[in-house]
């Protein structure tokens, strides 16, 4: 029989916890990806840059494992069904993973390893995408942190070599099963057509890291990693990312901390995909006006820093951190639009779009997630504009018609909208 390692989040062969155990087993390994429908079918367009990133990926990593003389066995279709399929045509004895943490996920999981155990399957799954997951950093009482600076405190001092070691799965490469060749679906076999986005590299520059503390904030300067939508995927280890940012920068390690605090969150409270953190929240009478929705989307405004993040998402799929907080701050607090709106649109964009880190930053930007943005505070994004865009750099470059007469009127009035958003959810929660 044949061990499985299947592969979803985890995209590399090497330092995989995962393929790492399935290599070490007593069979052959067969590594697996599915292209699962039950995502496939839930994103809003036939032109979705991930898709094409993950197609890509697929093949690279095929032929590389076919150069070794293995192969990756390329399903599509919903997993449950796929599984049932794989379990009629070959005999195997389990089935390797690494661990999602996402709602639908672990569903799907807790499906698969019953349709596996029916058959005396095992179904094993390993920690991969973080260095410290579900709660194995809480408070000292055991509950979770909701709080970021005491977790985070609590994370540093949990850390140590051990949690960053690397699983040297490139000595048991001889372990592979040799398959022959395996068929690949091409990309408009999946019903998608390919993009002209360009994907970031892997390799992030020292020097831009060593000076992230000071360039961060400052969407004209290209000052942050891209490495999103590589540590969204897997094609980078979380643990070569982290022993490089001890070295390089600990802001940039508090970065990487937040992805890991938001993971926490999601996994231990996971009604917050659907509602607010905090309930009370959940009583804001939003506004939700569709036509000003739809300027926000476009970004025409009128605001010139919300409409250049605005555009430079719909363009390339990627928008600023520092441009998230104020476009999201816009859209919740002085459009009194529902966060979850401006979350679906973030996640049909994204290039790095996760669902912890999604949520997470739009409930901070709402007011109503964990060690939120008080919701009394309300971004000016014009004074952002001032201090982030000094030499107007990005806004130029995104929205090249900004001081001219043919740009859009601003869509509120900065003091009006701040009022009206305060006077809403002060009465909103004191209500509750
Ligand atoms: P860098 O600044 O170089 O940081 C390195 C890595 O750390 C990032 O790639 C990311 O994995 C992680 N990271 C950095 N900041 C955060 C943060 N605040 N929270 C969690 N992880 C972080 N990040 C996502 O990865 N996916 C999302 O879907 C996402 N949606 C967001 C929505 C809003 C409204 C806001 C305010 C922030 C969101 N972020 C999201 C966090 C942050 O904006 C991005 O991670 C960052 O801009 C990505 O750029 P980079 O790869 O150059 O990151």
Partial sequence: ?????????????????????????????????????????K???????????????????????QQM?????????????????????????????????EPYAQQRDAAIKELLAHQGIPFYTYKDQVIFEKNEVTKPDGKPYTVFTPYK?????????????????????????SPGVLPLP??????????????????????????????RDYPALA?????GLHLRFGTISIRQTVKSAQQLNATWLNELIWREFYHMILYQFPHVAERAFKPAYDHIPWRNNEEEFAQWCAGTTGYPLVDAGMRELNATGFMHNRVRMVVASFLCKHLLIDWRWGEAYFAGKLLDYDLAANNGGWQWAAGSGCDAAPYFRVFNPSAQFQKFDREKLYVQQWVPEWESSNYSKPLVNHELARKRAITTYKTALTNY
């Fill in 1 to 41: 029989p044949l061990t499985l390692f299947w592969f979803r989040r985890d995209l590399r062969l090497e330092d995989n916890a995962g393929l790492y155990y399935a290599l070490k087993s007593d069979n052959p390994v067969l590594p697996l990806f599915i292209f699962d429908r039950d995502i496939l079918d």
């Fill in 43 to 65: 994103l809003p367009t036939p032109v979705d840059a991930r898709v094409q990133f993950i197609h890509q990926t697929i093949t690279a990593l095929q032929n590389r494992l």
């Fill in 69 to 101: 003389g293995s192969g990756l066995l390329v399903q599509h279709g919903k997993p449950l069904e796929v599984f049932a399929q794989i379990l009629k045509n070959l005999k195997f004895a389990a089935v390797y993973t690494n661990h999602d943490y």
């Fill in 153 to 177: 405190k609590r994370w540093l001092l949990t850390l140590n070599e051990f949690y960053l070691q690397s699983y040297p799965t490139e000595k048991y490469f001889k372990n592979l099963a």
């Fill in 186 to 215: 091409t990309l408009s076999e999946l019903g998608f057509e390919s993009s002209k986005t360009s994907f970031p590299g892997q390799i992030v520059p020292e020097e831009l890291v060593k000076t992230y503390d000071q360039t």
């Fill in 223 to 227: 000052g942050t990693s891209r490495l």
